[in-house]
């Protein structure tokens, strides 16, 4: 039985993988509001309900990659000892993340500036980092000590560190010439010595 599971888990994940990166092919291809999910589905090889099971919207099926990545950078958080300082969890935890993204795959950037020049995408993402700060809140409030202002502090670490992130992801696409773990370990180093 856990073989079967386990076997049906993978080719959902699988599905998805492939569905997110046809949306994002497509969209660098043919641009991001001439891509439907029909279209998508259709590259992908699956029926329109295929796409539905997997994702919502088209949006879902080219973030599909971030909201993994952020999902790891949560479970990297919660898998940090927990008498650790929020602050050294978190640097620790994007340090970590970041330390396996050095690779800069020429068509992964002509793809991520696509979609972030695109504004319709905005509020997707806008969405997906509200649920992902509000995760890391209750991760960061957890390690404080209770008091007054601790909601108020758990909320401005996690987005601060969401935000220096996210500049030093922007910074390294735009600028590749140093490996992206040391740019987000500096970013969060500028944060800490304030």
């Known amino acids: 039985m856990d073989a079967t599971v386990g076997r049906r888990e993978r080719k959902k994940a699988a599905t998805r993988q492939t569905l997110h990166e046809v949306a994002l092919r497509l969209a660098a ?83 991520r500036r696509l979609i972030r020049a695109h504004p319709s995408l905005a509020a997707h993402q806008i969405t997906v980092y509200g649920t992902v700060e509000r995760e890391l809140t209750a991760e960061i409030s957890r390690r404080l000590p209770e008091s007054p202002d601790s909601g108020l502090r758990s909320r401005v670490l996690a987005a601060a560190f969401l935000n220096a992130l996210r500049a030093a992801t922007q910074h390294w696409i735009d600028h590749p010439d140093r490996p992206l773990a040391e740019l987000v370990h500096d970013a969060l180093t500028y944060l800490a010595d304030r």
């Open 29 to 111: 291809e043919q641009g991001l509001d001439r891509v439907t999910v029909e279209a998508i589905a259709d590259a992908a090889d699956v029926s329109r309900r295929t796409f539905s099971n997997y994702f919502a919207n088209k949006e879902e099926a080219l973030f599909h990659a971030d909201l993994v990545r952020i999902r790891r950078l949560l479970d990297l958080v919660r898998a940090r000892p927990t008498n650790e300082r929020p602050w050294t969890a978190l640097s620790r935890a994007g340090e970590e993340l970041a330390a396996g993204s050095d690779y800069l795959d020429p068509q992964w950037l002509a793809q």
